[in-house]
C-alpha cells in the first residue's frame, strides 16, 4: 500500500477545461504511484459542475482506478437521484460520497432532501448494498451545526441510515480528531472515520478556504505562513513538516486510513506520502 500500510485516498476537483482536464490527468498518472484504494471528485454547489464530476470520475475508472463520485442532494427530487444513481451504476462506480450539499447564496432549502442523512437513506432503500457510502465528518465542528452535540447527533444520524465510512472536513489539530472519534464511539457509531488532509502549498489560498468552511488554523501556523510573506519555498517546506508531522500523529493513533486533498497537484500529497514510508 504506497510503502504505507495503510489505504490512502485521493480527492480532486472536476476541471474547468480541456486544459485543466489534460492537466489533471498528469497529476492522476504521478499520483497513482502511490497505489490509491480510490480516488473521489467534488461537485459543485447546485449541481453546476455534476457532468464535470461525471466525466472526471469516467477518466479515473477508465485507469484502471476505483473512483467515488461526490453526490450532494441539495435542489434534487427523488426522481433526479434515482436517475444520476443509474447512471452512476451504469458506470461501474461503486463508491459515493453523500453530502448535503452547498445552498447556493440566496437559496431557499428547496428540494426533497434537507439533511445528507436523508440522502443516505434513499439511496440504501433504492439500491441496496450496490455503493459504499462515505459520508462527510467535523471533527472541529460543522459551520452551521447549533451546537457541537448536536453535530454529532446529525453526524450518528447518518451513519445510522446507512453509511459505510466517514471522510472528515481538514483540520491540523490531532486531538480534534481523535476526540470526535471517541464521542461518536460513544454515541453508537464505530464505522471508519478516515482523516482528512490538505496539504500547504500556499498561504492565502488555505486561509480562504479554512475561513469559507470553518476549519480552523492553529494561530502558530497562521502566524509562521504570514511570516513568510511571499516566499513560496519556505511556505512550502513548513507545510511539508507540519502536514507529514500531524499525518504521523494520526497513524501513530491508529486512523483507519488517509484521504489527500490534493487540489489536483501532485507534489505535496507524493512527499508528504514518501516522508511517511
Known amino acids: ?3 504505507l500500510k495503510l489505504p490512502i485516498s485521493l480527492e480532486f476537483f472536476p476541471p474547468k477545461t ?8 498528469a497529476v492522476r498518472e504521478k499520483l497513482y504511484a502511490l497505489k490509491p484504494e480510490f480516488c473521489s ?14 466525466s472526471t470520475v469516467s477518466a479515473i475508472l477508465s485507469e484502471g482506478v476505483a473512483a467515488a463520485s461526490h ?7 427523488k426522481a433526479t437521484v434515482r ?5 452512476l451504476q451504469a458506470m461501474g462506480v461503486k463508491r459515493l460520497v453523500a453530502l448535503r450539499g452547498d445552498l447556493p447564496s440566496g437559496y431557499g432549502a428547496g428540494g426533497e432532501f434537507h439533511y445528507a442523512s ?3 437513506a434513499f439511496i440504501r432503500a433504492e439500491t441496496g448494498d450496490d455503493f459504499h457510502i462515505e459520508v462527510a465528518a467535523y471533527p472541529e465542528i460543522h459551520p452551521q451545526a447549533k451546537s457541537p452535540e448536536s453535530d454529532l447527533q446529525a453526524f450518528a444520524t447518518k451513519v445510522k441510515a446507512g453509511a459505510n465510512s466517514a471522510i472528515t472536513q481538514y483540520f491540523y489539530n490531532s486531538d480534534a480528531y481523535f476526540r470526535f472519534v471517541d464521542d461518536v464511539y460513544k454515541l453508537g457509531v464505530d464505522v471508519p472515520v478516515v482523516p482528512g488532509i490538505m496539504p500547504i502549498s500556499s498561504s492565502s489560498q488555505l486561509l480562504r478556504f479554512s475561513d469559507a468552511c470553518g ?25 511539508l513538516d507540519v502536514v507529514s ?4 500523529q494520526l497513524i501513530n493513533g491508529g486512523v483507519p486510513g488517509i484521504h489527500f486533498y490534493t487540489m489536483n497537484q501532485s507534489a505535496a500529497t507524493s512527499e508528504i506520502v514518501e516522508r511517511l514510508k
Open 215 to 239: 476549519a480552523e488554523i492553529p494561530r502558530w501556523i497562521r502566524l509562521r505562513l504570514q511570516g513568510y510573506g511571499d516566499d513560496i519555498a519556505s511556505i512550502k517546506a513548513f507545510g
Open 118 to 120: 436523508d440522502l443516505v
Open 18 to 25: 480541456p486544459e485543466g482536464a489534460e492537466k489533471l490527468r
Open 71 to 77: 453526490f450532494s442532494c441539495i435542489g434534487a427530487t
Open 41 to 54: 471528485v467534488t461537485y459543485g454547489a447546485g449541481g453546476s459542475t455534476q457532468e464535470g464530476t461525471f
Open 1 to 3: 500500500m504506497s510503502g
Open 83 to 87: 436517475e444520476e444513481l443509474a447512471t
Open 245 to 248: 508531522d500531524l499525518c504521523e
